[in-house]
């Protein structure tokens, strides 16, 4: 099954003026290194927007703001991932000048690094259509100078779609994902329409242990 879903991220200079950064910006845009290769931009209007925003409402858990991707990367390299940051989904807000996440809770250790220019830019990860280059959920962020993610190959993709699972986990046992979440993580890794939550999870946690073992 050809995946019309993709992973990547994209890089926008921090400041601490308050406690909000930019996600996005509104409309069209471009990587500084010609990202995406597979539509003509990416793409966050304020239809899109709402429903990412509702995505992130929806979680239970705040999303983290790491360094350098490490959430993505700590199972192939065995580093820990510290957190830099928090925010809550429902602190994600739209303006006419694009997604912005609110109430951002740094680390003492973050606020200090940003303070002293050791970390400049903020990060999101996030998935988008490939025909269209419309966002459609953002997993998480970083701090970072180096905001492309190197190709996201195997491990990371599959990292990636395990925090979408991971995000959409409620409490009750009973909760399920919804339709419109499954139906992306299975064109994200790739998997036949009928693909089941199990798996899905089957799928993200073998695409870790094939990349972990050089195949």
């Not at 921090?14 to 409309?27: K, S």
């Not at 790491?66 to 429902?90: F, V």
Request: aromatic residues 6%.
């Amino acid at each position: 099954m050809k995946r019309n879903v993709a992973v990547a991220s994209l890089a926008f200079e921090l400041n601490l003026t308050g406690n909000t950064i930019q996600l996005f910006p509104a409309g069209e845009f471009r990587a500084n290194d010609g990202r995406p290769a597979e539509c003509a931009n990416w793409v966050l209007n304020e239809s899109l927007a709402r429903q990412v925003i509702e995505h992130l409402s929806s979680r239970q858990n705040k999303i983290v703001i790491d360094y350098e991707h490490q959430t993505l990367r700590t199972e192939s390299n065995g580093q820990p991932a510290p957190a830099a940051g928090w925010w809550k989904g429902t602190d994600t807000v739209w303006t006419d000048a694009g997604m912005f996440a609110q109430n951002v809770e740094w680390t003492e250790a973050a606020r200090k690094m940003i303070a002293g220019g050791e970390y400049r830019y903020i990060s999101p990860v996030f998935a988008y259509d490939k025909k269209t280059g419309a966002v459609l959920q953002v997993l998480n962020a970083a701090l970072t100078n180096n905001p492309a993610l190197d190709g996201m190959n195997q491990v990371v993709l599959a990292a990636a779609s395990r925090l979408i699972v991971q995000a959409s986990t409620q409490p009750s046992p009973e909760k399920t994902m919804n339709e419109e979440l499954l139906k992306l993580l299975r064109k994200l890794l790739g998997l036949a329409d009928d693909a089941t939550e199990a798996d899905i999870l089957a799928a993200a946690a073998a695409g870790g242990r094939l990349y972990a073992k050089g195949k």
